[in-house]
């Protein structure tokens, strides 16, 4: 079993029958999705509905047989799973290399408790080892990237093989900005951006992981916030 799937199966114990869950995405998440759509088909679990964070997730959970609901169902969830590109030591995040920062978010902040998943490599002293990504609109983009450049980092367009910027669930673009020394403060930075016009979202995800299971070559920790 690899470290992914380890810190997955451990955030399965979270999970109670009947819960509604915000189902995260990416590689990580994947394993849980699977881990969860065996329970609910073994009968060892039974009425969860889960809220997705993208179309992939939700594709994958529909052919796993994961019931699904919405926000405009549900305002209030039990638990959000996903995973995380970055972890400091006060559970803060960063989060959306894999583009869908924004509807993470937006189904996160409604759940009770937020169980980030990974492996001991997304661990950091300072977020902003990789590139933070920012969730831009079309209109005027480069104008955003021009702005982002001021923030004291190199800020590029996420693109795909052909050359195509990548595009977002929602029809926006992702910036990549790269702090040559991290992110001196993540706070200040999460203010800047949340303040701009035409930057829909970040993936700072500040002061909302309640848990953090981290699967490492000695077993299973997990890093909970205080109060």
């Known amino acids: 079993m690899n470290l992914k799937e380890q810190s997955a199966r451990h955030a399965l114990t979270y999970v109670r029958s009947g819960m509604v869950l915000g189902l995260g ?4 998440h994947a394993y849980f999705l699977e881990l969860l759509g065996q329970q609910l088909a073994s009968g060892a679990l039974t009425g969860i509905a889960g809220v997705p964070t993208s179309k992939k997730t939700a594709d994958r959970a529909r052919a796993l047989g994961i019931p699904l609901a919405t926000l405009a169902d549900r305002a209030r969830l039990d638990l959000a799973v996903d995973g995380a590109d970055e972890v400091d030591a006060d559970l803060n995040l960063i989060k959306g290399r894999g583009r869908a ?8 902040i ?5 169980v ?19 969730d831009l609109v079309p209109f005027g983009y480069e104008a955003h990237l021009r702005w982002l450049n001021t923030l004291g980092c190199r800020a590029e367009l996420s693109r795909q093989e052909d050359g195509s910027p990548v595009v977002t669930d929602d029809g926006d ?9 991290g992110i001196a403060d ?7 951006l949340a303040d701009r016009p035409g930057i829909a979202g970040h993936g700072l995800f500040l002061d909302m992981a309640t848990d953090v299971i981290v699967a490492g070559i000695e077993g299973i920790r997990v890093m909970r916030r205080e109060g």
């Not at 995405?25 to 990580?28: L, V, W």
């Not at 920062?101 to 996160?108: A, N, P, Q, S, T």
């Not at 673009?173 to 020394?181: D, H, Q, S």
């Not at 993540?186 to 800047?192: D, E, H, I, K, T």
């Open 25 to 28: 995405s990416g590689s990580t």
């Open 101 to 108: 920062l924004l509807r993470e978010k937006i189904v996160e």
């Open 173 to 181: 673009y992702i910036a990549l900005c790269r702090f040559p020394n």
């Open 110 to 114: 409604h759940a009770e408790r937020l």
């Open 116 to 134: 980030i998943i990974v492996d001991e490599s997304k661990i950091v002293q300072r977020l902003g080892r990789g590139p933070l990504p920012v």
């Open 186 to 192: 993540p706070y200040a930075l999460a203010r800047s």
